[in-house]
């Protein structure tokens, strides 16, 4: 079963605003990342936030992090058409090699 | 150029037949891991390995088998007996999970079709 889960599965918005996405996860983690997926290419690394760290910005991304409720959010500031893609949350758990995926949402953002 | 290339970028498969999917890495990362995305979802993991010569079954391992001989080299294998192989097959690498300090890297995947 998959660990994290993203809402909303798909976002539209107007090119200059905000996009922002929710990931929430079931068991204690190591740390959480974002990543983002062009149609049909590899996934692309964001931003990572470790489990005692509670926001962390990246150019126009800010990832925000609460461990009391399981729950990561994704902000994108200022959106452009190039920032149309999937993007995906990804855990870590303690002393674990895997990274377990959500299923993404989808984010278009309209000229 | 550093970086982890997967091939072929498409595959062709006839039902019963038994194909290899290539993944290297010249990252030097000691984890490597696959992963299947069918459409419109989320990535699951098939298998991954730590180190050389050690891997371990994912969430979806049945019907694949993996090799780890070498640090450079994770190949799939599809066999006759995943029952539903098409789908986006997706290799990855990373140094150190357990640290929390690390990203994993992507190839850009290889998409396998029935036929």
């Known amino acids: 079963s998959q660990q994290g889960e993203e809402d909303p599965q798909a976002l539209s918005i107007q090119e200059g605003e905000n996009a922002t996405m929710n990931c929430s996860y079931k068991t204690s983690i190591n740390n959480l990342q974002w990543y983002r997926q062009n149609s049909g290419r590899g996934l692309v690394h964001l931003i990572l936030i470790r489990s005692n760290e509670r926001e962390k910005h990246s150019g126009r991304l800010r990832v925000t992090l609460d461990t009391s409720k399981k729950s990561s959010s994704l902000l994108i500031t200022a959106s452009r058409a190039a920032d149309t893609a999937s993007y995906f949350c990804?855990?870590?758990?303690?002393?674990?090699?895997?990274?377990?995926f959500g299923a993404g949402t989808t984010v278009t953002v309209r000229a | 150029d550093g970086g982890i290339t997967q091939s072929p970028k498409y595959l062709f498969r006839k039902e019963g037949q038994n194909v290899t999917l290539s993944c290297e890495q010249n990252?030097?990362?000691?984890?490597m891991y696959w992963y299947r995305q069918d459409p419109g979802q989320g990535l699951r993991l098939i298998y991954y390995?730590?180190?050389?010569?050690?891997?371990q079954k994912g969430d979806i391992a049945e019907g694949y088998s993996v090799s780890r001989e070498k640090k450079e080299s994770f190949p799939l294998t599809v066999t006759s007996a995943q029952k539903n192989p098409t789908a986006f097959y997706l290799c990855a690498s990373s140094t150190d999970q357990q640290t929390g300090n690390t990203e994993a890297f992507f190839g850009q995947g290889t998409r396998l079709t029935v036929v």
């Open positions: 990252l030097n990362h000691d984890a």
């Open positions: 390995s730590q180190i050389v010569n050690d891997f």
């Open positions: 990804a855990t870590a758990l303690l002393n674990d090699y895997k990274l377990s």
